[in-house]
Every structure is written in structure tokens, then in C-alpha cells.
């Protein structure tokens, strides 16, 4: 099954943007809101580079276990402003899931990527999760990324697809060995 992330204010330098979530192809998921602006690689679950970001914002380190993998494909853009709403999109998807599996709604990681309205749905999406005790594994490639930039430069909408098909749920207690025969 594949989806489309719509996303809301995320920040770029000194700009702040917002990401909304919704489906590829319709469907309404709720909003989720970010601040700062990233950076990172292509390459699946690899942490933040502080390259392109400012130099006086200290972003976190943010670690996905092998039994996840997120991937982004085509994540990348000439435009300077463009790349560093998808490095926060990206970072803040990836802060979401390492919460899910840490059992974390409360996780510092994403409340950096969110403004309060948004850290508080992201609290809630969380729970979803680990209300019942669940963590997700497997894989999940993010694609399709869209980037539109308001005229002033204050505000931008990030939407992207995901496809969910090799992406799973299991209760936290399932051991590794478990998990790793999922996986493959």
C-alpha cells in the first residue's frame, strides 16, 4: 500500500516550515508540525549531517535499529532552501519511529522537529503504538518527495509517499532472532 505525507512547516536555517500528513491518492491523517531544517543522505536510516544545517542549531542524533530501515528515495534538491525542508521532513519521520520503538511519546528528538500544536499529535500517533505495547520493523521506503515554498519564504508544505507493504508491527517483547526472520 502505498502513501502520501503531506507535511506543514518546517524550517530552513531561519525559516520555519509545517508538515500535514495525508494519503497518496486521498485519505486525511492528522497534522504534524517542525522546527529547524536538517540535513542527511539518501541512504536508509543514516543520521543527520551538520554540514547544511546553522551552525549554532544543534540537532539530535537520532539512531533507527537495523531491524527498521527507512529509506528516501530521490530525497534531494539543487535548491538550498528545498533540501533543508526535506532533511527536516526526513528527520522528523525518522525521530517519530525511533519514539515508536523506544516506547518514547515524550521523546526529546521529536519535540525538536515539532512545534507544541504538532508535538502533541506526534504524541498521539506515537501512542497508537505504544499504548499496546508496539514497535515497528521491517522496511519502509519514502518516496516522491514534493517541496512548496510560500512566496515570503516563511512557511513551506513537504509531501511525500510511503509504501508500507514490508513494513510491520510486533509486540516489544518479540526477541531478535524473531524479528530478523521477518525481515527477510
Do not use: H
Amino acid at each position: 500500500m502505498a502513501r502520501r505525507a503531506l507535511t506543514t512547516t518546517a524550517a530552513m536555517v531561519t525559516v520555519t516550515a509545517a508538515l500535514l500528513l495525508t494519503a497518496c491518492g486521498g485519505g486525511d491523517s492528522p497534522s504534524d508540525d517542525i522546527n529547524g531544517a536538517g540535513s542527511g543522505s539518501s541512504s536508509p536510516s543514516a543520521p543527520a549531517s551538520s554540514s547544511s544545517a546553522a551552525p549554532e542549531v544543534k540537532r539530535p542524533v537520532i539512531k533507527l535499529p537495523s531491524s527498521f530501515q527507512l529509506t528516501f528515495e530521490n530525497w534531494t534538491s539543487s535548491g538550498p532552501v528545498e533540501q533543508a525542508v526535506l532533511n527536516d521532513g526526513k528527520e522528523q519521520l525518522r525521530a517519530g519511529y525511533a519514539a515508536i520503538i523506544e516506547n518514547d511519546p515524550d521523546s526529546k528528538d521529536r519535540a525538536f522537529y515539532d512545534t507544541k500544536a504538532g508535538f502533541l499529535q506526534s504524541q498521539q500517533w506515537i501512542r497508537t503504538y505504544t499504548d499496546k505495547n508496539l514497535t515497528v520493523i521491517g522496511k519502509l521506503p519514502v518516496f516522491a518527495p514534493k517541496v512548496s515554498i510560500a512566496k515570503n519564504k516563511t512557511a513551506a508544505s513537504l509531501s511525500y509517499c510511503t509504501d508500507e507493504s514490508k513494513g510491520y508491527t510486533t509486540t516489544q517483547a518479540m526477541n531478535v532472532q524473531e524479528i530478523q526472520s521477518i525481515n527477510r
